[in-house]
């Protein structure tokens, strides 16, 4: 029964913590230096914002993720309401098209690092981050037309989860590649901005009326092509500088 996945949460949970407790030592030494003083900390946070390599890389690789909380927000609605996909056991059609998409997403990661042997992150991650505006758009295209059926949902669904294989990781590298003196600090940052617009983006989808596929694919849409733009706008060579 649905019990199960929150069985499954907890016993994740608690490995996680184990593991991270016995076997992840610290790496970084404490700094008696650095007074853990809040006002210090805004200061330092506000730098970060300012900082556009850090802040482009973040805001990219968050709004591209984003799509991903409003696929898992509105898929079971689309896939299994809209769609009639089955979703019971034995004939849980919804989950080999749940675990198609995670497939996605694992394999890009594992293609990615392959690329990583011969090319930059910059340079990967420039060409990567247009892939969920034209996936996006083609789930636009489906949600809002219908032409082409299931099969071309599912074709959009498939590329967006393939893109975030190459936007996460790539993303966080080159926001972090230059923060090592304040690595946790921009690490908190990063986490906080990208699951609060991932938030924002799934709880849109709770909103928004459930009568057909739009919401869903119009947020996928908007998220990859916020992600492209500000993208360019702040990360791009061209870019002016923050004020």
Request: proline content about 6%; hydrophobic content about 50%; overall charge positive.
């Amino acid at each position: 029964s649905w019990h199960a996945i929150f069985w499954c949460l907890a016993a994740y949970g608690i490995i996680s913590l184990f593991t991270i407790h016995f076997g992840l030592e610290e790496s970084h030494p404490a700094d008696p230096s650095k007074p853990l003083h809040p006002i210090s900390t805004l200061k330092n946070y506000f730098s970060l914002c300012r900082d556009r390599s850090f802040i482009g890389n973040v805001l990219a690789g968050g709004l591209a993720h984003s799509g991903l909380f409003a696929y898992i927000a509105g898929s079971p609605f689309v896939i299994i309401e809209l769609w009639h996909i089955p979703a019971q056991v034995p004939a849980s059609q919804f989950g080999w098209i749940f675990g198609s998409n995670a497939f996605a997403y694992i394999a890009a990661s594992q293609i990615n690092a392959r690329l990583l042997r011969t090319h930059r992150t910059q340079d990967i991650l420039r060409r990567a981050i247009w892939m969920p505006l034209i996936f996006g758009l083609l789930l636009l295209f489906a949600g809002a037309t219908r032409i082409g059926g299931l099969p071309l949902l599912l074709i959009g669904l498939f590329g967006y989860m393939a893109s975030l294989g190459f936007i996460g990781p790539n993303s966080t590298a080159n926001a972090l590649a230059k923060q090592g003196h304040r690595a946790g600090l921009a690490s908190a940052l990063m986490g906080t901005l990208q699951f609060g617009l991932a938030t924002l983006a799934s709880t849109a989808i709770g909103l928004l009326p459930a009568k057909s596929a739009l919401p869903m694919t119009g947020m996928m849409a908007l998220c990859g092509i916020s992600g492209l733009l500000l993208y360019r706008a702040l990360v791009h060579e061209s870019a002016p500088p923050l004020p």
